[in-house]
Each structure stands twice: as structure tokens, then as C-alpha cells.
């Protein structure tokens, strides 16, 4: 890979690279797997406007969604290999790269996004995850949210640990969430976000968990007949570029970029929770599910202390300290 983005001459033929022609702009491709209408999505094509604005243009943002591009297991290499720039991966997927960042699937680790944040803006945590990546020639560029995952399943309530037991759940590319659904004797099936919805539409899979814009966005409520309001488990991105490439912007065109990246990660902030409340209300509108069931305290308290052994189970695999700081988090 040369270290530099992918440029194109916009009609210039026989430009070298690093040309000074204006119209040479870097074009800067952003793949990702979930709709536009989340807040994910959102956030990509609020990037675009902003970097594109900020640099006067330099930059091509070019924005792909629904997995157009890349699926989940194959997006980090494109990145490691410069073809494409950026990417905002669940935290569970960059666990195939680095097992520590598993921390994050772990079962009701945080009470709210806010911990979540907490966690990524401290040392001890979000520092020492981000500083893995250059390993791999990756750089974390920043944390965005989407929200806490819901359960659906197609036959019943999910209310007590029993539940679950013998039902089919489609999880991401991450053994704690595995870890997850075994613990309450359930058959987790690792697949990509692509395929998720036919497989619940053919009964590959009987049930699911996710966030509710992803739910909505994607119709899974249309073919699952039950969920449960269980905010069991925290879904954030970590936005990666690769390495090389970004250290060879142009300085200028750099800091653009990286303010466009901070604006948006302000608002995304701010606004993930509203999307996902948003898309609750819309999914009962919709009227496909026979129950939406809030899982009450007691409930909650059955479901934390049958996961509990997955801390126990992945306290190696994660590292204690990264475990014992996000449990810090709640005291
Ligand atoms: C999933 O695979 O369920 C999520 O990672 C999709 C996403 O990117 O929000």
C-alpha cells in the first residue's frame, strides 16, 4: 500500500500522485453495514458533509452503508490493506483482532452510554484498546454509540433465564457473547449483519439480539414475534482508518478531517439515545410483534446472575485489570 489515500483525477488524466492539480482530490472511502437511517448511518453521512466542508473540498468522502462494500469479517483487512480508509466496526468485531475488546460485550457491564464514554475516555481502558490497534496497522479514531441491545426471539417472551433454553441466536464474530447465550443453555450462531434477516425470515436462527435502530432499519421485527426490553449488553463502533494513510494527510487536511470527526462524534453522542427511543415507538406503531416485554428488576437480576460466570470465563482472555476497571465503573 502506498501511504497515501486513494486519489482520484476527477477527469485530470496522467496526474502523479501528490500532484498539485486542485482537482486532485483524496477520496476518502467509509464502509459500513447498517442503514442509513440509524445512528451509525447517520453519523457516516454527517462525516461526509462536514470533512468535505472543513477541507474545502480536498477530500472525497464516499459513504457506503448496508454492507455494499464490505461485510463485518472482511472490513478491517481492506482497511490493514488501504482499500478502503475508514470504518466504524462494532467493538465485538474488532475482538477477532483483539480479544481484549470483548470488554464491551460482557452482559450488563454499564448502567448507560454514559459509563460506556467514561470508559473509552479513561487510560486504563479506552487508552490502553486504542493503543493495541497500531499493532496492526490501525488507528482508533474515535468511539461512537448506538445503544444498549434488545432481545427478539420468534416463539416466546425471553423473561426468565430458562427462556432461552434450546433457542437459536444469531450473535456477532465475539466469544463472550457466545459465552452469553450459553450461560442460559441457548445456541449462539456467529454471522455477519448481512445475513441476519433472512435467516430469522427462514428459521436458520429463531432469535437475536441488537440495538432497536437496528431492529427497526433492518425488519426484524417484521419476521420475530417478541422482544424484550432488556438492555442487557452495550453496541458501540470504534471509528478505524488505517494507520499509514492517515498520518500521510497533508497536515491541514488532517486536523479538517479530525474536527469533522470530533463534531460528529459530539452528535452522535447526543443523539444515538434519541434515535433508538425513536425507533422503539415506531416498531410498536408497526404492530408486528405479538408482546414487547420490559424486563423487570427482578427479571434483570435472574438474567446478571445467570452471565455471571462468563466474567470468570473470560477473565484470562480479556485481562483482569481491564475487567476489575470496568467493574470500577459501577461502584
Ligand atoms: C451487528 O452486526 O449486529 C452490528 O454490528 C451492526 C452494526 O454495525 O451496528
Not at 434483570?300 to 485489570?321: C, L, N, R, S
Amino acid at each position: 500500500i502506498a501511504g497515501c489515500g486513494a486519489r482520484s483525477s476527477q477527469g485530470s488524466s496522467g496526474n502523479e500522485e501528490g500532484s498539485s492539480s486542485s482537482e486532485d482530490k483524496i477520496v476518502v472511502k467509509f464502509s459500513h453495514v447498517v442503514a442509513e437511517n440509524t445512528p451509525k448511518g447517520k453519523a457516516a453521512n454527517k462525516f461526509e458533509k462536514l470533512a468535505e466542508k472543513y477541507t474545502n473540498g480536498k477530500v472525497d468522502v464516499q459513504v457506503f452503508p448496508n454492507s455494499q462494500l464490505y461485510s463485518d469479517d472482511e472490513v478491517l483487512s481492506a482497511i490493514q490493506q488501504n482499500n478502503v480508509q475508514l470504518a466504524a466496526p462494532a467493538t465485538s468485531k474488532v475482538s477477532k483482532l483483539f480479544p481484549e475488546w470483548q470488554v464491551f460485550d460482557l452482559p450488563f457491564a454499564f448502567p448507560d452510554t454514559k459509563a460506556v464514554q467514561e470508559a473509552m475516555e479513561s487510560e486504563e481502558i479506552g487508552g490502553k484498546l486504542f493503543s493495541m490497534l497500531k499493532e496492526e496497522q490501525l488507528l482508533g479514531l474515535s468511539m461512537w454509540d448506538n445503544g444498549f441491545k434488545q432481545m427478539t426471539l420468534d416463539s416466546h417472551t425471553l423473561k426468565k433465564p430458562s427462556d432461552f433454553e434450546g433457542e437459536k441466536f444469531r450473535v456477532m464474530s465475539s466469544k463472550v457473547l457466545e459465552a452469553q447465550f450459553e450461560a442460559v443453555d441457548a445456541n449462539p450462531t456467529p454471522m455477519p449483519f448481512s445475513e441476519v434477516y433472512s435467516a430469522l425470515e427462514q428459521g436458520v436462527i429463531n432469535g437475536q439480539e441488537n440495538t432497536l435502530s437496528n431492529i427497526y432499519s433492518k425488519k426484524f421485527h417484521e419476521v420475530q414475534d417478541y422482544m424484550t426490553i432488556s438492555n442487557h449488553g452495550y453496541l458501540g463502533y470504534a471509528v478505524i482508518t488505517n494507520n499509514e494513510f492517515w498520518q500521510g494527510l497533508p497536515d491541514d487536511v488532517r486536523k479538517n478531517m479530525e474536527k469533522a470527526l470530533n463534531e460528529t462524534t459530539k452528535w452522535v453522542r447526543e443523539n444515538g439515545k434519541r434515535l433508538n427511543d425513536e425507533n422503539l415507538k415506531k416498531i410498536k406503531e408497526d404492530g408486528t410483534l405479538k408482546e414487547i416485554h420490559k424486563l423487570t428488576e427482578e427479571e434483570k437480576q435472574a438474567w446478571i446472575k445467570a452471565m455471571d460466570p462468563v466474567y470468570k470465563e473470560f477473565e484470562e482472555e480479556i485481562g483482569k485489570d481491564l475487567i476489575d476497571a470496568v467493574k470500577g465503573l459501577r461502584e
